[in-house]
């Protein structure tokens, strides 16, 4: 059962313009959601997060929106940069408790 | 660098065999995570310790068992190994047990 779906095995964007990663769940439980970026040979790192209470988070190039009423996340990236070039994970807990990840997305951005 | 150690990197095994895996949490955090991604696959949770307890389970197989020790690093022990197991397998840690975790670089298993 997944209750995570990045339905993007890839994305291939230009350097400067924008990237935008979705993340499907069905859990409704689901409270609290974060992106994972992970390079290769390396572990993920936390990126960004958003709670159920808002709609919306911003970490200077990144942002991430959350609609519940559709259980859709996306992560925006403006501008990319090709250092962004990396596999992103979404993932999903019901109050803090595990993360469920999804199968990620792998972004190139190309110079 | 997270500040949570994994040891070894690589392993490489035959079928039916056991091998240990160990994890050292980032310093005071209480929570360890195990995870396995396969090929193409998403992180797949498999069990988490707090401070010595466990506290969730995932989709870990019975020939899998883990333990957090007292001065908090863990150790997953898989056994009898099949050609399946081969996979990357991350610890992760956090401080209270929820939310934001830390991974490790992971240990590329690999059976033969």
């Known amino acids: 059962d997944q209750q995570v779906k990045q339905n993007s095995p890839s994305l291939s964007v230009q350097e400067g313009r924008i990237s935008i990663l979705n993340c499907d769940y069905t859990n409704s439980m689901f409270d609290y959601f974060l992106w994972y970026k992970k390079y290769p040979a390396e572990g993920p790192t936390f990126l960004i997060s958003i709670s159920s209470i808002k709609d919306k988070n911003e970490d200077g190039r990144f942002t991430v929106f959350l609609n519940k009423s559709a259980k859709h996340l996306s992560l925006h990236i403006v501008p990319s940069q090709p250092g962004d070039s990396a596999v992103y994970f979404c993932a999903a807990s019901e109050r803090g408790n595990k993360l469920v990840f999804g199968a990620g997305t792998i972004l190139r951005v190309k110079s | 660098d997270s500040g949570v150690t994994q040891t070894p990197k690589h392993l490489i095994t035959a079928t039916g065999q056991r091998v240990t895996l160990r994890c050292s949490p980032r310093s005071g955090d209480l929570s360890v995570y195990w995870y396995q991604q396969s090929l193409d696959q998403g992180l797949q949770f498999l069990i988490q310790?707090?401070?010595?307890?466990?506290?969730a389970k995932g989709n870990i197989l019975e020939r899998f068992s883990a333990q957090q020790f007292p001065d908090l690093h863990s150790e997953l022990n898989l056994s009898s190994l099949e050609l399946g197991d081969s996979a990357l397998y991350f610890c992760?840690?956090?401080?209270?047990?929820?939310?934001?975790?830390?991974f490790g670089s992971g240990t590329q298993l690999s059976v033969l």
């Open positions: 992760a840690s956090s401080e209270t047990g929820r939310g934001k975790l830390f």
């Open positions: 310790y707090y401070n010595g307890e466990e506290r």
